[in-house]
Nanobody
């Protein structure tokens, strides 16, 4: 079992930056893939980025590629999402998630591939 807690959300102007953190506990942190998703107001949850067990593999949604960077520190049991050049359309509740599958290099992008979710953190980008 895995517990996930997001932090770092807030209100920022367009063009600004935020860094989200996802602190994990439970199963050994370096033995599962992690991802970030977001849910804009009135819309479905959507994939943002994923990172493999070791952090060697990453995958991004086209909408954030070049602006967002996913990373993990296995010594601190924490994953990060550095968000730069933020746009109003990035406004959403951001969730971190853990995929407990057995493939070391996996970077899953589907909501249903993940087994555990955090409670979410609000990011609001003003124009």
């Amino acid at each position: 079992q895995v517990q996930l807690v997001e932090s770092g959300g807030g209100l920022v102007q367009a063009g600004g930056s935020l860094r989200l953190s996802c602190a994990a506990s439970g199963r050994t942190f370096s033995t599962y893939a992690l991802g970030w998703f977001r849910q804009p107001p009135g819309k479905d949850r959507e994939f943002v980025a994923a990172i493999s067990w070791t952090g060697d593999s990453t995958y991004y949604a086209d909408s954030v590629k070049g602006r967002f960077t996913i990373s993990r520190d296995n010594a601190k049991n924490t994953m990060y999402l550095q968000m730069n050049s933020l746009k109003p359309e990035d406004t959403a509740v951001y969730y971190c998630a853990a995929d407990l599958g057995l493939v070391v290099t996996t970077v899953p992008a589907g909501v249903y591939e993940y087994d555990y979710w955090g409670q979410g953190t609000q990011v609001t980008v003003s124009s």
